[in-house]
C-alpha cells in the first residue's frame, strides 16, 4: 500500500486517506466495509480511537438528520398530494356544474331563438297582410 513515509531512502507517494500521524484509510471495492490500518510507531493509539469515536458520532448525528429530514419531506409531500387530489375533485365537480348549466342554458337560447322566429314569421304575416 502506497504510503506517505520515507523508508529505506524510497519515497512511496502521498496518501489521500492518510490521517495526522499513525491512521489510514484504505479505499475497497466493497462499500459495504471500511478499512484502518494503525501504525502504532507514528501515532498515538488513544488519540486516534477518540478521534474515531467523534467522526463516528458525527456520522450518527447526520444520519439522524438525513432521516428526519426525510421523513419531514415525505409528510409534506403526503400533505401536497392530499391537496392535490382535494383540488381535482373541486375542479370536477366544477366542471360538472358548468356542463350542467351549459346545456340548461343552451336549451333555453333554443327556446328564444324559436320564439323570436315565431315573432319574425308573425311580424312578415301581419306586414304583408296590412300592405295590401
Not at 23 to 29: E, Q, V
Not at 82 to 110: E, F, P
Not at 114 to 124: E, R, S, T, Y
Request: charged fraction near 20%.
Amino acid at each position: 500500500m502506497a504510503s506517505s513515509s520515507h523508508r529505506g531512502g524510497t519515497y512511496y507517494g502521498a496518501d489521500p486517506y492518510r490521517s495526522r500521524e499513525g491512521l489510514s484509510t484504505r479505499p475497497n471495492t466493497n462499500f459495504d466495509e471500511i478499512q484502518v490500518r494503525i501504525d502504532p510507531v507514528h501515532g498515538d493509539l488513544d488519540y486516534e480511537i477518540s478521534g474515531l469515536q467523534n467522526q463516528v458520532r458525527r456520522l450518527k448525528n447526520v444520519a439522524s438528520e438525513i432521516e428526519s429530514e426525510a421523513k419531514n419531506q415525505n409528510e409534506f409531500i403526503n400533505q401536497l398530494q392530499m391537496t392535490l387530489i382535494k383540488a381535482q375533485a373541486g375542479a370536477k365537480n366544477n366542471m360538472r356544474k358548468l356542463n350542467k348549466s351549459i346545456i340548461q342554458s343552451g336549451s333555453s337560447h333554443v327556446l328564444h331563438v324559436v320564439l323570436f322566429a315565431l315573432f319574425c314569421v308573425f311580424v312578415v304575416y301581419m306586414w304583408s297582410k296590412f300592405s295590401r
